[in-house]
């Protein structure tokens, strides 16, 4: 089943890992097709990921095809596609997110990619991993945004695409990463709302990325 998105979602188990975002398991993936997700196996190592590897479930859960279990997370990529127009989530352990994840209630706004994730992004509250608990918060954090942040746990982001969503997941981590130098050497200077607020009228005037 789903040859095609199997295919993508291990391409983008390699792209995270490569880029350094995922170590060993620390992360999961999956994608959505009409009432079916394919979804990264529990205890996979994502960047050797293999298409045939990959369990393809429904929207509550039982798995359609596969041997492997899915993802401990599987909770948290159901409530993602519940409640927001996500076709494809992305979830990491990346270093820079997690050290911010753990100090802070939110990303400060360092610079104005923040805008292209929906604006500032919250820190969801901790729960245990794989809990209905951690989907009902990690979902809160979402309103509004295209990403989260995950105490003491990770990062997410979803899109319209795996490309998408990863691509979303490699910003935050981006954008953790600058904060964390900028926070090394002082006091960093913080983007105001209004500064925001021109810096997404200003990529709605250019149509930017399109």
Known sequence: MYENERELVA??????????LVIGTAGNLSVRVGDHLVVTGSGTDLGALTPA??????L???????????????????AIYRGTGARAVAH?????????????DVLPPIHYMTVRLGGVLRVAEY????????????????DGRAAALMRNH????YGVS????????????????VYRRAAALGPPRLLSDDELAAAADQFTRLDYGR
Do not use: K, Q
């Open 11 to 20: 391409a983008a188990g390699r792209r995270l890992a490569e880029g350094g």
């Open 127 to 142: 729960a245990t991993f794989g809990t209905p608990e951690l989907a009902d918060n990690v979902l809160a954090a979402l």
């Open 53 to 58: 590897a990959l369990p393809v479930v429904d």
């Open 162 to 177: 795996i490309s998408e969503a990863c691509g979303r997941l490699e910003t935050v981590e981006w954008l953790a990463e």
């Open 154 to 157: 990770g990062s997410v982001a």
């Open 92 to 104: 990491a352990h990346s270093p820079s997110s997690i050290a911010v994840g753990c100090t802070h």
């Open 60 to 78: 509550d859960g039982t798995v359609l095809d596969g041997e492997l279990t899915p993802t401990s997370e599987l909770p948290l990529h159901l």
